[in-house]
C-alpha cells in the first residue's frame, strides 16, 4: 500500500527566501507524482506532474523533482511571495490516475 | 470549459437525511474520481469511473454511500442516513484515460452534518 509523507507540517519564512518542500513515498513504482497547492476551504489547484520517466519539471519559479529510486520528490519556490502562502499537498499517481495524498505542508510567507 | 464544475458548494444538513452532490467534469475527461478530505488531512481516495463504469471503490465508501455517472459525464455522490462523521470536504476531479494522467479538481462540496 502506497504512503505518502510530508514533513514539516507546517513552515514559516520570511518573503523572498527560496525554499524546498520535500515528500516521501514508500512505493516506487508510480506513474506519475503531482504537486498541488490548497488554498483554505477551496479545492486543489494542480502545480506540476512529473512522469515516472521523468526527473523534475519547472513552472516559473516553482521546479520540482522526481527520484523514484529513493522514493523522494521536492518542491523548490524561488523567491518567496506571500501570495504562495497555502498548503501544498504531493501526490503519487497509479495508472489509472488514482493517487495517494501525504497530508500536506502549510506554508506560510511573511511579509 | 473552464474546468471540474461541483454543486452545491455547502450543505448543511440534519443527521440521517441523505445528502447528493453533483460534478460535471472536464467535458473531454473521460475519468472522473471522488475524493474526501478532513481538516488537516489529504484527500482520500473514494471511487473513480472510467466513462460509466465504476471501476474501483474504496473501503471507505460504506453502504450508504453510492456513485453513478449515467451517461459518462456527470457523476452524483448520495450519502444515505448521514452521520457526523460524514461531514468532509468531498472532491471531484477528472482526467484523461490516456497520456500523463494528470488530476483537474474541482472547488468541492462542503458537507456539515450537525
Known amino acids: 500500500k502506497q504512503e505518502v509523507t510530508q514533513i514539516p507540517a507546517a513552515l514559516s519564512v520570511p518573503e523572498g527566501e527560496n525554499l524546498v518542500l520535500n515528500c516521501s513515498f514508500t512505493?516506487?513504482?508510480?506513474?506519475?507524482l503531482q504537486w498541488f497547492r490548497q488554498d483554505p476551504g477551496k479545492g486543489l489547484t494542480s502545480l506540476l506532474l512529473?512522469?515516472?520517466?521523468?526527473r523534475e519539471q519547472t513552472s516559473g519559479r516553482l521546479n520540482a523533482s522526481l527520484d523514484k529510486s529513493s522514493g523522494r520528490s521536492t518542491l523548490y519556490i524561488a523567491a518567496s511571495q506571500p501570495g504562495d502562502s497555502a498548503t501544498y499537498l504531493c501526490?503519487?499517481?497509479?495508472?489509472?490516475?488514482?493517487?495517494?495524498f501525504g497530508k500536506g505542508i502549510t506554508l506560510s510567507v511573511r511579509p | 470549459d473552464t474546468g471540474v464544475s461541483q454543486d452545491p458548494r455547502h450543505k448543511i444538513t440534519k443527521r440521517g437525511q441523505n445528502v447528493t452532490f453533483r460534478c460535471d467534469p472536464i467535458?473531454?475527461?473521460?475519468?472522473l474520481y471522488w475524493y474526501r478530505q478532513t481538516l488537516g488531512q489529504g484527500p482520500e481516495f473514494l471511487t473513480y469511473f472510467q466513462n460509466e463504469a465504476q471501476l474501483e471503490k474504496s473501503r471507505l465508501l460504506s453502504d450508504r454511500f453510492s456513485a453513478e455517472r449515467p451517461k459518462g459525464s456527470f457523476s452524483t455522490l448520495e450519502i444515505q442516513r448521514t452521520e457526523q462523521g460524514d461531514s468532509a470536504m468531498y472532491l471531484c476531479?477528472?482526467?484523461?484515460?490516456?497520456?500523463?494522467?494528470?488530476?483537474?479538481f474541482g472547488e468541492g462540496s462542503r458537507l456539515t452534518v450537525l
Open positions: 512505493d516506487s513504482a508510480i506513474y506519475n
Open positions: 512529473i512522469q515516472s520517466s521523468q
Open positions: 467535458s473531454e475527461h473521460n475519468r
Open positions: 476531479a477528472s482526467s484523461l484515460a490516456l497520456g500523463a494522467g494528470e488530476l483537474f
Open positions: 501526490a503519487a499517481g497509479r495508472a489509472n490516475s488514482k493517487l495517494t
